[in-house]
């Protein structure tokens, strides 16, 4: 009795220490993990690439509806309707039916009306217009841009390290490493490097030696001996 008892607890500890291990996070190498980075990066440029063909998309649509809009008004006004009941007529037409249209008020109608008569009846200049700010406060120089293309083409270097470099140099007041890989995605290039952690700042990376420790370590002792020997 006493016997199957402990056969049933030892039993129950190996279970135990299986659902322990299967808990732990399995170990990976390196080039697992580098693969793992390579396709995360092409996921974001693919997403990237859908985002603004969506964005393209659906200026083009905004475009269509606006000539078809003013087309629908200008047709009600050489059949000879007033222009109050002309702007009723296609409000009430093209009014919003679903959740995601967008609304359509006299004012905006009359304003689509007046830039297409302005514009000598070419309806282009009826297309979205982009929001991009006029003037941008700040905006890194053209020299500067230069450089981050150079060192990184010729050095390799992460967005963090390049930005460091130019600190240090006194080339730049403001710049961080998450602006530089924005324009290193403006310009083209491969955003990640897929190098060490420790070498992102221009930290001088030092591999870990288990050898090297436990050498050391074994001299500890007798070299603390030796020092409170001499102190005394």
Known sequence: MNGSTAQRKQHQEHKTKRKEHAKRKAKVSKGQVLA???????????????????????????????????????ALRERGVFEQQAVAY???????????DPPLSASTLRQWVRQVKQAGG?????????RRPRHITYQVAAQVV??????????????HRIAAELK??????????????TILDRLGLP???????????????????KGWL?????????????????SQ
Not at 93 to 99: E, F, G, I, Q
Not at 168 to 180: A, I, Y
């Open 36 to 74: 793992r980075r390579r396709q995360m990066d092409r996921a974001r440029r693919a997403r990237q690439r859908r985002e603004k063909r969506e964005h393209t998309q659906q200026r083009q649509r905004e475009f269509a509806r606006r000539v078809k809009v003013v087309r629908y008004y200008q």
């Open 90 to 100: 296609t409000l009430d037409y093209y009014r919003p039916r679903a959740d995601d």
């Open 122 to 130: 070419h309806y282009q200049v009826l297309r979205p217009q982009s």
């Open 146 to 159: 230069g450089l981050i293309f150079a060192l990184r083409h010729q050095k390799g270097w992460g967005g």
């Open 168 to 181: 240090r140099r006194g080339l730049v007041d403001h710049l961080t490493g998450r602006t530089v890989y």
């Open 191 to 209: 955003v990640k490097t897929y190098a060490l952690k420790g070498q992102s700042d221009g930290i001088a990376y030092r591999r870990y030696e």
């Open 214 to 230: 436990i050498g050391n370590c074994r001299d500890i002792p007798h070299r603390w001996g030796q020092e409170m020997v001499s």
